[in-house]
């Protein structure tokens, strides 16, 4: 049965809720006030007092509008020129030449179609068709996990959910291949499993099969939608259900009124999911390359692993997986067009948990914790159990266990490079250069990140918001690789060496490599809980006389101070085992910690390889319980209570 | 219709002047920050091209060898001359290469594989017409390319058979056995279309066998039975330990180094007959003339005695197990003696400019 509403629960559509906008905050809150009051509808001004704003003078008023809209687009311009610098350009560097194959000496023709076409036939199209398929069916698997776990954790008595959001970051930082491995270690006639008797042909043919690739892209991508989700429950407070509770509504209502309400982070994980899984190459390139299932990652890599490299082709099917990403993104904005999703204001109620009975509390949290048991489990075993034996492969399968990997890892004994010890950064290694470049990193991404997710969620989007979104999506859905060789392209042109700016293969332009790629990712995630801080608590600070920059620090960075702590460490995490673009731009004899692994791994000692990937994930570990730290013991109380991802830091 | 229930919250459409000069300002505080971190990575990468440029152009050299580093801290420490080393697989060094074509750093590339040589040679990206004074033995004499665009250093084999003696006590002696369907879902190798060193293997089966055609038809007679495509060596090596395969088919260095990481467990049969897979230094043609003369001096202390020497001590479960291709340098004691191989060449000029064709038909017949 659906609730009768009170006024001011009536819907209200883009009409009234324009007139709200106009205008603009001049400098210490004028101008604005009595829009501002009548947005709602009824008059109550949020609580901060808006409607006692002084009305200026219409030549003041006019003046006031041109400055703020001179500095509201100096903003956006500078903010989409960062990304357009660091996004746009190396992609469309990379796209160019599948049509202009010649710019780059990358073919003989000035213009050519056949690259296109190419992409369109045999194995690379049904690579793109499997890759389509595989990603929506993620999304909606995702939204189950993602979906489950939040609610649970967030807003249930469900026993350890303290622990569930921590498990559900650490499933973030686990690298697809890894858990790829884990998988196959597990599974395989030799492996894990066997060990105990408990081998299952039936059970690795799953595994190996297209099944076993959604299984693994789903739990690597679980918690994209976890952050979505949770970030907008966390933000919803317990009104919503309350409103409909008191106006008689039941469960069904609640949830018929709640779920919209949602809608925004659900479909931002969608979108979020979808391009995750389209981009990877990791599963693609192990579970998937295996059981002989092609997807769309393997053809890019294919052809530009060719010699002499195919760019074109691979930039043929670079466009369509670009174009991919349009699918989520226009139903996104279908369903969402026109209405807003604030619910974080200075009125938001903290949540109420939903009590659960013994028996429904203790099967619900043995569910969850199976669940991370096999999504951490796994990758865990193949990486740990690995790391120790004398030669990897059979992890348990009669090795004698040994610490000389370690050794090996540290001091650099045999002639070989890429030790702790030595590594081109001097005495620092690897390990050292990739946190260093990794915290540069994650500070540029958290505030640019948080830039663009303010831009997308405006409720009139600005002139290039919609091309943004569109590149910033689109760019998540293109494997590191093709960033990695367009910016080779547009960052190694004849003439700026000529001009003596030689950028490639320097550190800075290896920053900005990582930039492009996690900018995107971060202010997409970021999207849900800069949507729900409500527009109010500027208004708040600017009417008590504090200026933008002020009302920023005091009013807004508080509310999502929890929310940037953990972005800036998810970026951390991504940058430091970031292996593509390092390969392709890192500067000779300044090696990465992913080339050096990688590097192990290829000269077949995978066991040093994997010993190093546990002392890098060690000092991983050890740079997020700093942070995270420092974060509980300096930031004020209330910093930690508001906002979203609330169970976490 | 509650879907518009958002609207509740008070103040819903917000002025924009206070969210927007925000966005300003933190756009400049963007700015700010990342012209701070530039600045100072700038200043890092500035001290060590300074550091670099003390004796001459510094020499960068592109190299997938597990030796390489060991190599030029020898020649660095020999000659003065300042190496800027990139080691990394030989994939993603010649896709640096390909994409740098317009423009390229690297001054020395040493990778396995003489098609890959010849396929950039083809494409004009190697310096032709110098070669050390050095004395070949016949391995060196039948490597080294007419128009001396690259320099061999060394010999490993392709495809080579690779098992474990415990599980697989009779080993197959001929390419033929292969096929049986005793093999049946047990042999592996690696995809030619990733795997730098394994599209001389997949070039060299179709020589032997008189020609592409026939060659796709061995393989596809493997692919019938059962056999399973990986993307690199090491993890084809992976399924072998981990008892998916029973027979892998990959690069001798690779399997020799496993054999002595597992005291034996794993053992390297070579069927007749087996394609050769040199490793070579090419110089870059479009680098600065100092750069490629570095480049030369370079060459010739990678084929002195101590350059040798490092090569066979840099990497010994790896890359070090090669056959030398110079006279008076003995194989490392793990290597069988090639007097009990028989050992064919393919001409890389001919298989390199098919190398497209043919891992493209492996893609869309054998790996899909």
């Keep these: ?649 | 219709m509650l879907t518009h229930l958002t609207h509740l919250s008070p103040n819903a459409g917000l002025p924009r002047g206070d969210k927007t000069t925000a966005t300003t300002k933190l756009a400049a505080a963007v700015m700010t920050a990342a012209a701070m971190a530039t600045t100072g990575i700038v200043a890092t990468s500035a001290t060590v091209a300074a550091a670099a440029t003390t004796s001459g152009p510094t020499l960068v050299v592109y190299s997938a060898q597990g030796y390489d580093s060991a190599e030029t801290t020898a020649f660095q420490k020999a000659t003065g001359i300042h190496v800027s080393l990139d080691d990394d697989s030989t994939g993603p060094l010649l896709i640096k290469v390909e994409a740098e074509k317009n423009n390229p750093k690297w001054g020395l590339l040493w990778v396995d594989g003489a098609t890959a040589f010849a396929s950039l040679d083809q494409q004009g990206l190697l310096m032709k017409g110098w070669e050390p004074t050095v004395s070949w033995n016949s391995l060196g004499k039948q490597a080294v390319p007419a128009d001396k665009s690259y320099v061999p250093t060394g010999l490993t084999m392709a495809g080579t058979l690779v098992y474990e003696p415990k599980e697989v006590p009779d080993p197959p002696t001929t390419w033929q056995q292969l096929l049986n369907p005793k093999w049946a879902n047990e042999i592996g190798m690696n995809d030619p279309a990733v795997s730098g060193p394994t599209y001389p293997f997949v070039a060299g089966m179709m020589n032997y066998l008189g020609g592409v055609p026939q060659g796709e038809k061995f393989y596809e007679g493997l692919n019938s039975n059962g056999l399973q495509v990986n993307l690199t060596n090491g993890n084809t090596l992976e399924v072998l330990e981990a008892g998916i395969i029973k027979l892998a088919l990959i690069q001798s260095s690779a399997g020799i180094g496993a054999g002595l990481k597992t005291h034996g467990e794993i053992k390297v049969k070579f069927l007749d007959p087996v394609t050769a897979l040199p490793s070579a230094l090419g110089i870059d043609s479009k680098a600065p003339k100092a750069e490629q003369l570095e480049a030369e001096k370079f060459i010739e202390f990678v084929m002195s005695a101590q350059g040798q020497q490092i090569m066979q001590s840099g990497d010994p479960t790896g890359d070090s197990l090669y056959w030398p291709v110079l006279q008076g340098v003995n194989p490392l004691p793990a290597l069988p003696p090639l007097s009990s191989i028989h050992v064919q060449n393919i001409n890389p000029y001919t298989w390199g400019a098919r190398e497209d064709t043919v891992n493209t038909w492996f893609t869309d017949n054998i790996v899909e």
């Design chain 1, 1 to 649: 049965m659906t609730p009768t509403l009170p006024a001011a629960l009536t819907p209200q559509g883009q009409g009234s809720s324009a007139g709200t906008s106009t205008g603009g905050a001049g400098p210490c809150g004028t101008g604005t006030g009595g829009d501002a009051a009548n947005g709602n509808g009824n008059g109550n001004g949020g609580g901060f007092g808006l409607d006692n704003g002084a009305r200026p003078g219409r030549a003041t008023a006019l003046r006031s509008k041109m400055a703020d809209a001179a500095r509201h687009y100096a903003g956006q311009w500078l903010v989409w020129a960062i990304l357009a610098f660091l996004v746009a350009v190396p992609v469309g560097a990379f796209l160019v030449q599948v049509f202009v194959p010649r710019l780059f000496d990358q073919g003989t023709s000035w213009f050519t179609l056949s690259n296109l076409t190419q992409a369109f036939q045999g194995h690379t199209f049904l690579g793109l068709f499997n890759s389509l398929w595989v990603s929506t069916v993620v999304c909606v698997i995702d939204l189950v996990i993602g979906g489950g776990v939040a609610w649970l954790s967030m807003r249930t008595t469900i026993g350890g959910r303290r622990i569930w959001p921590g498990m559900m970051w650490g499933l973030l930082l686990v690298p697809t291949w890894l858990m790829a491995q884990g998988w196959q270690y597990l599974t395989e006639p030799n492996g894990v499993l066997s060990q105990f008797g408990l081998y299952s042909p039936l059970v690795h043919h799953i595994i190996f099969s297209p099944i076993g690739v959604v299984l693994v892209d789903s739990l690597a991508t679980a918690p994209y939608a976890y952050l979505t989700l949770s970030a907008a429950l966390g933000g919803l407070g317990s009104q919503f259900e309350e409103a409909v509770r008191v106006h008689g509504g039941g469960r069904l209502a609640t949830f018929r009124v709640v779920v919209p309400v949602l809608a925004p982070a659900v479909l931002a994980s969608v979108a979020l999911v979808f391009v995750e899984t389209m981009s990877d190459y990791g599963v693609a390139s192990t579970l998937a390359f295996q059981s002989h299932f092609t997807m769309a990652t393997y053809g890019i890599y294919q052809a530009i692993n060719n010699l002499p490299a195919q760019f074109p082709v691979a930039g043929a099917i670079s466009i369509l997986l670009l174009a991919s990403a349009a699918i989520p993104l226009a139903l996104q904005s279908r369903v969402t067009r026109g209405r807003s999703y604030a619910i974080l204001s200075g009125r938001t109620r903290p949540a109420t948990r939903y009590r659960l009975g013994r028996a429904g509390k203790w099967s619900l949290t043995s569910v969850v914790g199976l669940f991370f048991a096999v999504a951490l489990g796994a990758p865990g075993l193949g990486a740990f159990a690995g790391s120790f034996v004398a030669n990897l492969g059979s992890p348990l399968g009669g090795q004698s266990l040994t610490l000389a990997n370690y050794g090996e890892v540290f001091s650099g004994d045999i002639a070989y490079s890429h030790s702790i010890a030595e590594g081109a950064s001097g005495t620092s290694g690897p390990v050292l250069l990739s946190t260093m470049l990794a915290a540069i990193t994650a500070t540029i991404t958290v505030v640019v990140g948080l830039a663009v997710a303010r831009l997308l969620v405006a409720r009139r989007p600005g002139r290039f918001t919609k091309a943004g979104d569109l590149l910033i999506l689109g760019s998540i859905a293109l494997p590191g690789i093709v960033l990695g060789a367009g910016y080779i392209f547009a960052f190694n042109l004849p003439i700026a060496s000529r001009l003596g700016v030689d950028m490639y293969e320097t550190l800075p332009l290896l920053v900005m490599g990582y930039l492009a790629t996690s900018i995107p990712t971060t202010s997409r995630i970021m999207m849900g809980p800069v949507a729900q801080v409500h527009g109010s608590l500027m208004e708040a600070g600017r009417v008590h006389g504090a200026r933008a920059l002020s009302a920023l620090r005091s009013c807004y960075v508080p509310v999502v101070s929890r929310v940037l702590v953990l972005v800036w460490l998810v970026t951390l995490t991504k940058t430091f085992w970031e292996l593509p673009i390092s390969q392709l731009l890192y500067p000779p004899g300044q090696e990465t910690v992913s080339v050096a692994i990688d590097s192990w791994n290829n000269n077949y000692h995978p066991e040093v390889g994997a010993a190093m990937t546990v002392v890098a994930l060690g000092a991983c570990f050890l740079v997020i319980g700093l942070v995270l730290g420092g974060f509980r013991l300096l930031a004020p109380k209330g910093w930690r209570r508001m906002g979203g991802w609330r169970s976490v830091a």
